[in-house]
């Protein structure tokens, strides 16, 4: 699996209570990104694509969706 290799990227896009927008962060393994995701109890949207990625600003969700780049995606 490529993402084992390359580590992932966690995009948070969608937040309850405050909205700092959009926030991505590379990690090593899949189960690091989860385990990241889990551990922000206010993000109430996020995805983890493959490959580090530096994603800023207003991500266009659609299209890593398109482009088959979500590995797994909560709270659509």
């Known amino acids: ?5 390359s580590g992932v990227t966690l995009v948070i896009y ?3 209570d405050a909205q700092p927008g959009t926030l991505a ?14 551990a922000m109890r206010n993000a109430i ?4 694509v493959e490959g580090k990625s530096a994603l ?3 991500v266009d969700v659609d299209a890593l969706r398109r482009a088959g780049r979500v590995l ?5």
């Open 1 to 5: 699996m490529k993402s084992r290799r």
């Open 14 to 16: 969608g937040w309850y």
């Open 25 to 38: 962060w590379a990690f090593p393994s899949l189960r690091a990104a989860i385990s990241a995701a889990r």
């Open 45 to 48: 949207r996020w995805l983890i």
């Open 56 to 58: 800023e600003g207003d």
């Open 72 to 76: 797994l995606e909560h709270g659509v």
